[in-house]
């Protein structure tokens, strides 16, 4: 019974790029919601766009322990740039701000067991207005390289719609033919009505669709209805190697109680989404670094499956999504509350409505404590009260007793 359907998950996603990387979806850091495009260095020394920023995080990341649990990615944003390429044509980072050049920093992030991720816009500017790729791909792929780059984030600013479907697959190309794995980003679908998710999964390894996330409730949950709506039915096209990016955690910032905090750990969770803090790692609270840090909610959003969960049922404020898990026949579920008031509602699901269809039942575990909390079967129900804001965040285990 369980079989055919591992064996149709692996010919869904042949199609994907498949460059060895983003088998799951990838962790790290990136610098663009928390500090955007600061580049006065003089008033603002540790937070502009600079090499000493991104040393600092990758220091924060070995040393407070987020490496251990997966975050390996320091990824550079926007504004990194000198505002003029070389005599040759080539890239080129902004001398003051990165005094020791790319390669230096790419040498000191490996050095420390981690990735260098970069950032660059396939049109004639960049979204900040550095030099954009346009007409420079090649040389652009093979710069990039040359640093000892791991992961390129393209955007795609400056550019007529018309040329991204065909522009984003040329990059890819170029960056292929450097030799070097480079987990690659694309902005495309954020930048048009009806994209092409099939063509897009096959040259791409994760992509945005949706608007920047802003550090608030407000937009985390615009995302969370996004990825709810599923329009041209995105999901299907997320397995290992190919992840849709709703975009940054802003855990651990201004925007979002402790409560919304977990919801968005948990999601993020739900949608096998690539998790990219954007936060300060110097300056964090122990409880969001715990949450980042927190192992069940990682192992959802690790899972090999690669499957990104769904919205299945909506009963008024409440939302509960789920995703299949390995062993194959498990799952985890979120009971998501988007209400806004009170202490709090009283949720009596049955198992089914969680998707949870095998009739022997299942064990259910708090994700985040990893406590035990139940046994349910399709047409029992489960009760618990999920606070405003807030998230019951599941696994569900085949019972094997019975
Ligand atoms: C690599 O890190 C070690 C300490 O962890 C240090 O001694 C060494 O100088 C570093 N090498 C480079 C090239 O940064
Ligand atoms: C280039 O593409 C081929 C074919 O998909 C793939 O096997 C290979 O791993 C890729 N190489 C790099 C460096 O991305
Ligand atoms: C979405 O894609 C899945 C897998 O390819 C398919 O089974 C399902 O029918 C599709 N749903 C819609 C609404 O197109």
């Not at 003051?96 to 790319?102: Q, T």
């Not at 652009?140 to 791991?150: E, K, L, V």
């Not at 945005?208 to 039915?233: A, C, E, H, L, P």
């Not at 046994?375 to 285990?397: C, D, E, H, M, Q």
Request: proline share 5%; charged share 15%; aromatic share 12%.
């Amino acid at each position: 019974m369980i079989l055919p359907l591992a064996v149709l998950v692996i010919i869904g996603t042949v199609s994907g790029l498949d460059n060895g990387l983003a088998r799951t979806p990838p962790m790290g850091w990136m610098s663009w919601q928390r500090f955007r495009c600061i580049i006065d260095c003089e008033n603002q020394p540790k937070d502009c766009i600079s090499e000493r920023l991104f040393m600092d995080m990758a220091d924060r990341l070995v040393d407070d322990g987020y490496a251990a649990v997966g975050y390996k990615y320091v990824n550079i944003d926007d504004c990194w740039s000198s505002k003029e390429r070389d005599g040759e044509g080539r890239l080129q980072a902004d001398p003051k701000r990165f005094p020791n050049g790319m390669k230096t920093l790419a040498d000191y992030v490996h050095n420390k067991s981690l990735k260098l991720g970069i950032y660059g816009d396939f049109g004639t500017y960049t979204c900040g207005g550095y030099p954009g790729s346009k007409f420079y791909m090649q040389s652009d792929a093979q710069t990039f390289a040359s640093w000892g780059i791991d992961s390129l984030k393209l955007d795609g600013c400056y550019t007529g719609t018309g040329d991204i479907p065909i522009g984003y697959p040329i990059m890819e190309e170029f960056l292929n033919s450097t030799g070097r794995p480079i987990l690659y980003s694309c902005s495309w679908p954020a930048y048009l009505q009806k994209p092409n998710y099939q063509n897009i999964a096959a040259s791409c390894n994760i992509w945005r669709n949706y608007g920047d996330i802003q550090d608030s409730w407000d937009s985390v949950v615009s995302i969370i209805n996004f990825y709810g709506k599923d329009s041209g039915n995105f999901s299907s096209v997320a397995g290992p190697g190919n992840f849709n990016d709703p975009d940054m955690l802003i855990i651990g910032n201004f925007g979002l109680s402790y409560e919304q905090q977990r919801v968005q750990m948990a999601m993020w969770s739900i949608l096998a989404a690539p998790l990219l803090m954007s936060n300060d790692l110097r300056l964090i609270r122990k409880e969001s670094r715990e949450l980042l840090q927190n192992k069940g909610a990682i192992s959802i959003n690790q899972d090999p499956l690669g499957i990104q969960g769904k919205l299945i049922a909506t009963m008024g404020k409440i939302q509960i999504w789920n995703k299949p898990i390995t062993p194959v026949g498990n799952f985890a579920f979120a009971i998501l509350n988007l209400g806004d008031g009170g202490p709090g509602s009283l949720i009596s699901v049955k198992g089914a409505t969680l998707g949870l269809m095998a009739s022997q039942g299942y064990n259910i575990t708090d994700a985040f404590t990893g406590e035990f909390v139940t046994v349910i079967k399709p047409s029992s129900y489960f009760n618990l009260t999920v606070v405003p804001s807030g998230v019951f965040l599941g696994k569900a285990y085949l019972n094997t007793m019975s």
